[in-house]
């Protein structure tokens, strides 16, 4: 009797483990698109919607709109993307990279060979 108990409550705190990942990630991306710059949030969004039009046409299909979507989700109070969103701001994530301005790095150049 005690072993399916142990076992239930075994699966319940893996579901439990597993169902709050999700949930962190999403609030950390959520904190850290909200704690960009006005003009930083409008540039990405502009960007992925450009990217992605289908997931820019499903998030103004659900009532927001992409100029105004950081003021619309980064309100006081909250601590992550509606629930409605969640799955359209995972499939931006893989774009992400394509729409961050990358620093230019100076490459090192190879040094001529001295012959001695």
Known sequence: MKAPTLSAL???????????????????IYNMFCSLST????????????????????????GYSISELSKQ??????????????FLVGGALPHLYECFPQESEEAPQPQSEQVV
Do not use: H, M, W
């Not at 699966?11 to 950390?28: D, F, K």
């Not at 990405?44 to 103004?60: D, F, G, M, N, R």
């Not at 989700?73 to 969640?86: D, M, R, S």
């Open 73 to 86: 989700v980064c309100v006081e109070g909250a601590n992550t993307f509606p629930e409605n969103l969640l």
């Open 10 to 28: 075994v699966v319940l705190l893996l579901y439990v483990a597993v169902s709050a990942q999700p949930r962190t990630a999403a609030a950390e």
């Open 39 to 62: 003009e930083e949030q409008n540039t990405l969004l502009a960007c992925l919607a450009t990217k992605l039009p289908q997931v820019s046409k499903a998030i103004e299909d659900l």
